[in-house]
């Protein structure tokens, strides 16, 4: 049992800022606490800080909020208290703990992972607009008080704006099959088309398998005919996506912009599970277009 454990660190701790005296350099060991709020109006897919007015999210329906707390010292963190007060949140949180980063030969370890101790809370807050229309501001405030420097609070803030929408119905959606028939072209929005670039509307230059071989920077009749999964899938169901939302008789549950945010971020971290996952839902709720 590490009986002197804490005693060793302190100790370590006053040695290594005396050898940094010597040596010139100045050295301490504060509390400090950071909070990074984000938000996302695709359900999870997409996260955005959104710190200014101008970068405000725009929210349709539900909003999503997701908190990361972390220490940005060494010094170890208690008491910390997330507290929103549009969103009525007021929890407290896991400690921070001072760790001892001497081994019992008297060797330091180097310096906690602060990246990785990390804590993320999110939260769904499917009123945040309540019938508000236009932007709207709310701060995410995080205190904590010092394990080893005791009594020396901290405190730090984050803001996420969004733009509220009047909401959408939702509730309807085409699937690929149905956009990809020929005799249905008819529903297509102006100014899409069957030969329209896939990249012209997602902003990202993708290759699709097919028959016949693959495609590179494929139309939006061959995105919605891709064969196979991931990348294939993601292709088929965010064309359908877009071609819902932004036809004027499918009341879809997401907006044109938030689809091709959503692929995009997907395509850009690799990852199409949440995204893929969202669109075939949404595809399969009914379609009630001829």
């Known amino acids: 049992m590490k009986i002197y454990s804490k005693f060793k660190s302190i100790m370590g701790s006053c040695l290594l800022i005396v050898g940094l005296a010597h040596s010139g350099a100045s050295y301490a060991i504060h509390p400090c606490v950071d909070i990074l709020k ?11 800080d959104a710190n200014t007015e101008t970068e405000a999210v725009s929210v349709t329906n539900d909003a999503m909020y997701k908190f990361t ?3 940005c010292d060494w010094d170890g963190l208690v008491n910390v208290q997330l507290n929103d007060i549009v969103l009525n949140i007021s929890q407290t949180m896991d400690d921070f703990p001072f760790i001892d980063e001497w081994d019992d030969a008297g060797n330091w370890l180097g310096p906690p992972d602060l990246e990785a101790e990390a804590k993320t809370i999110t939260v769904s807050a499917a009123n945040v607009c309540d019938g508000y229309t236009g ?9 904590a008080d010092g394990q080893t420097r005791i009594g020396e609070s901290v405190s730090d ?3 996420a704006w969004i733009s509220c929408e009047p909401p959408m119905v939702g509730g309807e959606g085409c699937t690929p099959g149905y956009w990809k028939q020929e005799h249905h072209y008819d529903s297509w929005a ?3 088309t069957p030969d329209t670039l896939f990249s012209a509307v997602f902003g990202r230059v993708i290759t699709i398998k097919a028959r016949g071989g693959a495609i590179t920077d494929p139309t939006l009749i061959q995105a919605l005919s891709a064969l196979g999964g991931k990348i294939n899938t993601a292709a088929r169901h965010s064309t359908a996506a877009y071609l819902n939302a932004v ?3 499918v009341s879809y549950d997401l907006g044109g912009d938030q689809i091709i945010q959503s692929f995009q971020t997907a395509f850009d971290s690799n990852d199409f599970g949440l995204a893929i996952e ?6 399969e709720q009914g379609c009630l277009l001829n």
């Open 278 to 283: 969202k669109f075939v839902e949404l595809n």
């Open 190 to 192: 102006f100014p899409l």
């Open 157 to 159: 803030s984050d803001d």
């Open 135 to 143: 932007t709207l501001l709310n701060t995410a405030t995080v205190t």
């Open 247 to 249: 036809s004027g008789n």
């Open 69 to 71: 707390v972390k220490r």
């Open 38 to 48: 984000e938000v996302s109006a695709d359900g999870g897919i997409t996260w955005h």
